[in-house]
């Protein structure tokens, strides 16, 4: 069974600061997805990242996908208020299955 | 363009009735569809996998008779809570994937479900 783990679950930090979100799945997937969640609001599509070694950066985010260790980050650099939100991460189940599984998520709280 | 809706975006229903929730694709055609229920501040979880023309599939531990799936056209698939009770309130999400688009699943507004 695929299993998603994001860690930190929470996150507050300062404006300014960096930091980054963990995300680790159990089997092998042929993409993995970040997705960003404002309260009450449905899910605004990040990144897709598809192969080992791959790096997208939108902004102030940067994600990676490192498929040997079935990790991937998503790295923020100098926070701003706006950042603040529900982070997700999303594998599929490999062998063209696109039937997705989350993460736990991380809520970001960024502190003026 | 991928741009996918839900209807209605809220509801609030007694305890034993059904409720009918729409997904469309509004710019793509989607032969397949998929059904996410959230709980608050809890992540999303695959219900079910809508498929035109054919029955959907359920995840394991999803009642089939009580979440009715139908996927009547290449732009619609409609999600109906029979008999719903006050466990059923959640926000439920639909995607549609996207051929077009490397299979990418492109996510609805969402539909808040209040059971009183």
């Known amino acids: 069974e695929l299993k998603v783990e994001q860690n930190p679950l929470f996150l507050s930090m300062q404006e300014g600061k960096n930091y980054t979100i963990y995300c680790n799945y159990s089997?092998?997937?042929?993409?993995l997805y970040w997705y960003r969640q404002d309260p009450g609001k449905s899910l605004e599509s990040l990144f897709v990242l598809l192969s080992n070694g791959a790096v997208k950066q939108e902004g102030r985010l940067m994600a990676s996908l490192d498929t040997k260790a079935r990790l991937s980050t998503l790295h923020i650099t100098a926070a701003v208020h706006d950042l603040s939100a529900t982070y997700f991460c999303?594998?599929?189940?490999?062998?063209?299955?696109?039937?997705?599984?989350f993460g736990t998520g991380t809520r970001l709280t960024i502190i003026p | 363009g991928a741009v996918v809706s839900q209807h209605p975006s809220w509801v609030i229903c007694k305890s034993g009735t059904s409720v009918k929730i729409e997904c469309r694709s509004l710019d793509f055609q989607a032969t397949t569809m998929f059904w996410y229920r959230q709980f608050p501040k809890q992540s999303l979880m695959l219900m079910a996998t809508?498929?035109?023309?054919?029955?959907?599939?359920?995840e394991q531990g999803v009642e089939k008779d009580k979440f009715l799936i139908n996927h009547a056209s290449l732009t619609l698939s409609t999600l109906t809570v029979t008999s719903a009770h006050p466990e059923d309130s959640s926000f439920y999400i639909c995607s549609a994937l996207a051929t077009y688009a490397y299979n990418e699943q492109f996510f609805g507004p969402g539909t808040r479900l209040t059971v009183l």
């Open positions: 809508s498929n035109e023309g054919s029955k959907a599939t359920y």
């Open positions: 999303a594998v599929d189940r490999g062998f063209g299955n696109e039937k997705l599984t």
């Open positions: 089997t092998t997937s042929d993409r």
